[in-house]
């Protein structure tokens, strides 16, 4: 690939040979990592063995991806889905990150007050159902 056109890719693109090493990137790469010469400076160290199976298998065409938590710029780590596919000695790595689904939950302090106010309403009917047991037994005798 034209090293000019891959600076314009839209996502994180690294071109990388077999040691990791960084030979050419898109220009949107840097808004996401701080500068680095080499992948292995910004995979997780607990993705590390992940990451070079992934790498590794460069004698294939077909893509290969794994999900990798990599550092960004502001030095936390977050989850990317990586695709490799090698071209002779070159691979060429995309990374796209992976936003979490956020389930919408009730606040649990709004789930508190919902209790307290049935459970003072169940209180409230107690007490007019012990009234009326009352009127009901007083009228019996």
């Not at 040691?19 to 292995?40: A, C, K």
């Not at 199976?53 to 990798?68: C, Q």
């Not at 990374?95 to 919408?104: A, D, F, G």
């Not at 007050?113 to 309403?121: A, F, G, I």
């Amino acid at each position: 690939m034209d090293r000019n056109v891959c600076k314009w890719a839209p996502v994180p693109y690294f071109q990388i040979n077999q040691e990791g090493t960084i030979l050419n990137s898109s220009n949107i790469t840097h808004s996401y990592f701080h500068s680095t010469s080499n992948i292995w400076n910004i995979v997780h160290k607990e993705d590390l063995t992940k990451a070079i199976l992934m790498l590794s298998r460069n004698a294939s065409s077909t893509p290969v991806t794994e999900r990798l938590r990599l550092q960004t710029r502001n030095k936390s780590f977050v989850n990317f889905k990586c695709t490799i596919q090698w071209e002779n000695d070159i691979g060429h790595l995309v990374c796209t990150e992976v936003k979490s689904i956020k389930v919408p939950t009730i606040p649990a302090l709004s789930v508190l007050k919902s209790l307290v106010n049935t459970h003072e309403q169940l209180r409230k009917t107690e007490k007019q159902l012990n009234k009326a047991a009352q009127i009901i037994s007083i009228k019996k005798h």
